[in-house]
């Protein structure tokens, strides 16, 4: 609690409190909401959920060989060489990591597939591959892509910054073959398109067979898991028996309450009137919702009276999610961490109390989006076991999930609030690199079935 402020403070901390507070029957409407919206795009219909059919079930854990990987979808580019050994053990022999330049993600499509092409060439030099064989690479591709079979899938729209002009609405893989072709790379076989939480889901199934549910909180949002085919009634497919692994492609879900700077970031991001549930969760926007309250308040008066904060505030990205992470780890008596990072942004008068009140702003956007993460979880599992019933693992990759102060706490609360005792049927694991390791997955099971 921060104490003696004048009125105004208390005021308008409170109107953020109430703006930014999803309590218990939020997430009940929000919980009813997600089943509708499920149930429309499993059957077709219009929905916020697009619900797309990944054509890969959960693995066996039997599956072995040494795959490439190619991980697509945040602000780097990484190729790894990845080996199953049959028993659910995986390892990672050779990663390299790219950083993707903006010209790259925002040009064109042709740019952009070169310098995927160009890495792979890298990495394939870098770790003296041997050419003459043939190697099965799986494409993780991190963004709604519409797939028409394992290895096919066309672009529905960019997400997370991406604008690559020539993408949406072509498929990928063709894309991806063109590049490596126009480069002489023929040892390499695309065998698997997946999406990161397909591939997340895939690897911690891999070594738990409770595991059915993969999430991603990280740059951005998303979950996938395994439905019935006799429940996708959109399913057009020959096999009519079984499971499927479903990409949700839940940063679309759109029934929430939004305020003022929700909207406003909205209207200015690269894709206004899409991704609301990614725009209140994700690390790619965090920060971004965080700086526009501090600005907020520098403009009205309310904090940082120095001459300086109101320029550095009105710059976009001037506090990004990894500020807030060390702002909210801050435990210090005189708050002296968050001295050092507003100083160093070039803040020339910073007293404690703007320091508590950016800590405070801080904890109510990262709870919000902590809640709103455990809500679709939630809804998630009470699809697959309304009574919760059995033990569920839920894979999660992700900064914000592993990084960030509480994230994960907060996430269990929501879980104890709604299904009491239950709650402890759910089981929230740490990830690493599914995307990489789930893809080799995908790739072998891909492979075999060929
Ligand atoms: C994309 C998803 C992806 C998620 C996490 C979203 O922006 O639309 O396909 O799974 O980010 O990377």
Known sequence: MITSVPVAYEEFMSYLDKVFTINENDIKV???????????????????????????????????????????GGTNFRVLAVELDGNGGSSVLAVSKFVIKHECMTGTG?????????????????????????????????????????????????????????????????????????????CIRVAALANDTVGTLVAKAYQDKNCDVGVILGTGSNACYPEKLTNISKWRGVRKKGSMIINMEWGNFCHLRRNCYDIDLDEESNNPGYQYLEKIVSGMYLGEITRRIVYDLVHRGLMFSGPNARRIFARKESIETKDMSLIQSDTTTNLGEIEEFLTELGITKITLLDKKLLKKICSLVSTRAARVAAAAISAVLSWLDPELKDEHTVGIDG????????????????????????????????????????????????????
């Open 399 to 450: 900064s914000l999930f592993e990084k960030y102060p509480d994230f994960s706490n907060t996430m269990s609360e929501v879980f104890k609030m709604l299904f009491n005792e239950k709650a402890k049927n759910i089981k929230m694991e740490l990830a690493k690199d599914g995307s990489g390791k789930g893809a080799a997955i995908i790739a072998a099971v891909a492979a075999s079935s060929e």
């Open 30 to 72: 929000m919980i009813k909401e997600f089943h509708s919206e499920m149930q429309k795009g499993l059957s077709g219909y219009e929905s916020s959920l697009k619900m797309i059919p990944s054509f890969v079930d959960r693995p066996e854990g039997s599956e072995r060989g040494k795959f490439i990987a190619l991980d697509l």
């Open 110 to 186: 042709k740019q952009l597939f070169n310098f995927i092409a160009d890495s792979i060439e890298t990495f394939l030099s870098d770790n003296e591959i041997d050419r003459t064989k043939i190697y099965d690479l799986a494409f993780t591709f991190s963004f709604p892509v519409e797939q028409t079979n394992v290895a096919a899938g066309t672009l529905i729209q960019w997400t997370k910054g991406f604008t690559a002009e020539g993408v949406v609405g072509e498929d990928v893989i063709v894309l991806l073959n063109e590049a490596l072709r126009s480069k002489n790379i023929n």
